[in-house]
Nanobody
Framework: QGQLVESGGGLVQAGGSLRLSCTAS????????MAWFRQAPGKEREFVAS????????YYGDSVKGRLIISRDDDKGTVYLQMNKMKTEDTAVYYC??????????????????WGQGTQVTVSS
């Protein structure tokens, strides 16, 4: 897996929506499970969502279930995070990550091998 580059972060009001993108370089994107994590100031990096190869399975952190949706487009080498009904506690730097495995049932930072640089998301009240 090559470089991961996140985009789409910004400032949004509580209750609003935002879509993050993470584009990977290289030709083997479809062989990687992908994930989103986030890290708020003073807190540890937290699992947000993951998606297996071929988008067979998706997994979500408890705090985002029902509001955030992870998806992928293998032709574009991109994974997305659609964020709806956003809350101030969603404010964080969001990172995408990749793992050379079909399954995505991994919630720990150490289980993911490639990381992007992150994109800032700020939700105002």
């Amino acid at each position: 897996q090559g470089q991961l580059v996140e985009s789409g972060g910004g400032l949004v009001q509580a209750g609003g929506s935002l879509r993050l993108s993470c584009t990977a370089s290289g030709s083997s994107f479809m062989m990687y499970s992908m994930a989103w994590f986030r890290q708020a100031p003073g807190k540890e990096r937290e699992f947000v969502a993951s998606i297996s190869t071929s988008a067979i399975n998706t997994y979500y952190g408890d705090s985002v279930k029902g509001r955030l949706i992870i998806s992928r487009d293998d032709d574009k080498g991109t994974v997305y995070l659609q964020m709806n009904k956003m809350k101030t506690e969603d404010t964080a730097v969001y990172y995408c990550a990749a793992r050379a495995a079909r399954t995505a049932f991994y919630y720990n930072v150490d289980d993911w091998h490639n990381w992007g640089q992150g994109t800032q998301v700020t939700v105002s009240s």
